[in-house]
T-cell receptor, first 116, second 116 residues
Framework: GAGVSQSPSNKVTEKGKDVELRCDPI?????LYWYRQSLGQGLEFLIYFQGNSAPDKSGLPSDRFSAERTGGSVSTLTIQRTQQEDSAVYLC??????????????FGPGTRLTVL | AQTVTQSQPEMSVQEAETVTLSCTYDTSESDYYLFWYKQPPSRQMILVIR??????QNATENRFSVNFQKAAKSFSLKISDSQLGDAAMYFCAYRSGNSGNTPLVFGKGTRLSVIA
C-alpha cells in the first residue's frame, strides 16, 4: 500500500509569508508526528497527534507554528510570518494504534522549506 | 529529558569492510526502545534496526547488528560487508516505552561514506 506522502516536496518563500505543509499518513494509522530537521542537526520533534486526543504541542518552537489534523487523517503544519531560521526539512511520520507495544513510525519524504 | 549523542559527525569505510557507528543516550527510564535509522539523499528515513531495552540479546538484521550496553547507556551499530548502498546519514533514536506511541528523540547523525 501507499506510504506516508508529503507535499510540496520543496517550498521557497519570502520572509514574513505564511506557509502550509501537508502530510497524508498511511491509511488507518492513528498516530501522526511532525519533526523538523535543520541543516547539520538531527530530527527535532514538533507536534504529535494520537487519535481523537488533544495533540502534544510541546515541541513547537514558537506560536507562529501550528498544526491540525482533519478527520483523523491528513495533517497540515502552518508556519506564520516565516523567518530564515525556519528553513529546514519538515518530516511527517505515522504509526498504527499503540498500547504497551512497539509501533514503528513510518516517515514521509519530507518538505524542504527555504525562507529567503 | 532524554538526550541522544552521536559523537562521530562523519565516518568512512572501504567496501566489504566493517564499520561501527557510536551512540550514547541519557535517560532515567527503565523501559524504552532504541533505533538506528538510515537517511539516504532521498530524505526518506528508513528503520534499520531496533532494540528493546528489556532484551539482553543484541538485535541483528542481516549485515546490521547492535552492541547494546544498558548500564553504559551505549548503543552502537555495526555494519558488516559494507556496500555502496549503505552510504547515507545514520541517526540513533530513543523512544520511551511508557506507551505505544511517543515521539522519537534523535541524535545529530553520522554521515557514512563507502569507498569503492
Amino acid at each position: 500500500g501507499a506510504g506516508v506522502s508529503q507535499s510540496p516536496s520543496n517550498k521557497v518563500t519570502e520572509k514574513g509569508k505564511d506557509v502550509e505543509l501537508r502530510c497524508d499518513p498511511i491509511s488507518g494509522h492513528t498516530a501522526l508526528y511532525w519533526y523538523r530537521q535543520s541543516l547539520g542537526q538531527g530530527l527535532e520533534f514538533l507536534i504529535y497527534f494520537q487519535g481523537n486526543s488533544a495533540p502534544d504541542k510541546s515541541g513547537l518552537p514558537s506560536d507562529r507554528f501550528s498544526a491540525e489534523r482533519t478527520g483523523g487523517s491528513v495533517s497540515t503544519l502552518t508556519i506564520q510570518r516565516t523567518q530564515q531560521e525556519d528553513s529546514a526539512v519538515y518530516l511527517c511520520a505515522s504509526s498504527s494504534h499503540g498500547g504497551a507495544t512497539y509501533n514503528e513510525q513510518f516517515f514521509g519524504p519530507g518538505t524542504r522549506l527555504t525562507v529567503l | 529529558a532524554q538526550t541522544v549523542t552521536q559523537s562521530q559527525p562523519e565516518m568512512s569505510v572501504q567496501e566489504a569492510e566493517t564499520v561501527t557507528l557510536s551512540c550514547t543516550y541519557d535517560t532515567s527510564e527503565s523501559d524504552y526502545y532504541l533505533f538506528w535509522y538510515k537517511q539516504p539523499p532521498s530524505r526518506q528515513m528508513i528503520l534499520v534496526i531496533r532494540q528493546e531495552a528489556y532484551k539482553q540479546q543484541n538485535a541483528t538484521e542481516n549485515r546490521f547488528s547492535v552492541n547494546f550496553q544498558k548500564a553504559a547507556k551505549s548503543f552502537s551499530l555495526k555494519i558488516s560487508d559494507s556496500q555502496l548502498g549503505d552510504a547515507a546519514m545514520y541517526f540513533c533514536a530513543y523512544r520511551s516505552g511508557n506507551s505505544g506511541n511517543t515521539p522519537l528523540v534523535f541524535g545529530k547523525g553520522t554521515r557514512l561514506s563507502v569507498i569503492a
